[in-house]
């Protein structure tokens, strides 16, 4: 698909296909191309006098093929963290292309940003290549950063699951009453959660660079006004979402560890458990066998009351560890 904006007397419009194009008057300033089919590329390419990257191109990951200029355009490729409400959220590379008065983006995967920015577009007067650039870049950022405050949100639900009071309380009344499917499930959305902000670092480490590309005055010819000034306050955006998936990278592995730990705490106790009843039937055990020998003469074996005599001491020998672990708060 492709959308062609463009500025007229009558302010800022919008066409969908090259044949509506035709009918519009007004100058082109930017091009949006959704998952773009071959006709719509070589449209696109006889208009801007470019030739636009392919999909495989797209998602190459040297800086010299996301980063560059060719024919007196800038061609800067990121990626970005897409489908997050989803259950199978991904990274899409998104391409922007600085070429005369004309932005171009290439995308394969419909975004939630561009859809926001394109409605707030219409309902503007007048604009240009520069100001629906660094309007994108700044809805990128904003819904980059919603996402990542979605992400601390879940973190600080789980972080009440697994050391809230109501755990602690739970575990004071029921010491014996593991909770190993509730960690279990905790480490499955921490390992979920950590993958999804190492997308996202990677994501704001290549928006990142993309900005200071398209900020710096040599990195291309061009005679049009310098970016640098404009693109700042976005990039220091950037750099404050870097360092808040940072410290939330280092909190999933906290919370990983505690859960790791606990999870051990958990199967320790199951383990006592176990330890503790061998303990207990270990010592009537060897009773009965010291009874049970076979031997002609065995103290007590002809008296009436040599039968109780040995259930007592049995019991005895059972009761007597229990009583010492309970003295030693084992159990």
Not at 65 to 75: N, Q, T, V
Not at 158 to 178: I, M, Q, Y
Request: glycine fraction near 4%; proline fraction near 3%.
């Amino acid at each position: 698909m492709i959308r062609i904006y463009t500025q007229s007397q009558n302010g800022i419009s919008r066409t969908v296909g090259a044949e509506d194009w035709k009918n519009r008057d007004g100058n082109i300033f930017w091009i949006d191309l959704l998952t773009p089919d071959a006709q719509e590329l070589t449209f696109a390419e006889k208009l801007c006098g470019v030739e636009m990257p392919t999909k495989d191109e797209m998602r190459e990951i040297e800086a010299t093929s996301r980063l560059y200029c060719e024919d007196g355009a800038r061609f800067m490729t990121t990626t970005v963290l897409s489908r997050v409400e989803t259950d199978d959220p991904i990274i899409s590379e998104i391409t922007f292309i600085l070429k005369d008065r004309i932005l171009i983006t290439i995308r394969h995967t419909d975004s939630y940003s561009f859809r926001v920015f394109s409605h707030t577009l219409l309902r503007m007067q007048s604009t240009n290549r520069d100001l629906v650039f660094i309007g994108l870049l700044e809805t990128l950022v904003d819904r980059q950063a919603d996402v990542l405050e979605r992400f601390g949100t879940v973190l600080d639900a789980l972080s009440k699951k697994v050391f809230g009071t109501n755990h602690a309380a739970r575990r004071k009344e029921k010491r014996n009453d593991p909770d190993t499917d509730g960690l279990r499930d905790a480490l499955e959305e921490l390992g979920r959660v950590g993958d999804l902000i190492t997308r996202q670092r990677d994501a704001l480490v290549n928006l990142l660079r993309m900005i200071t590309f398209a900020g710096n005055e040599d990195s291309c010819l061009d005679a049009h006004e310098s970016l640098y000034v404009p693109l700042r306050p976005v990039s220091r955006d950037v750099n404050s979402l870097a360092e808040y998936a940072s410290f939330l990278s280092n909190k999933i592995n906290f919370m990983l560890d505690a859960v790791l730990g606990l999870i051990n705490i958990e199967q320790n106790d199951i383990v006592k458990v176990f330890t503790i009843t061998s303990i207990v039937f270990l010592p009537p055990t060897l009773v009965a066998s010291i009874f049970g020998m076979n031997y002609r003469y065995i103290p007590f074996l002809d008296t009436p009351w040599g039968f109780w005599l040995s259930l007592v001491l049995m019991v005895v020998a059972a009761v007597l560890p229990l009583v010492i672990f309970k003295i030693k708060r084992y159990i």
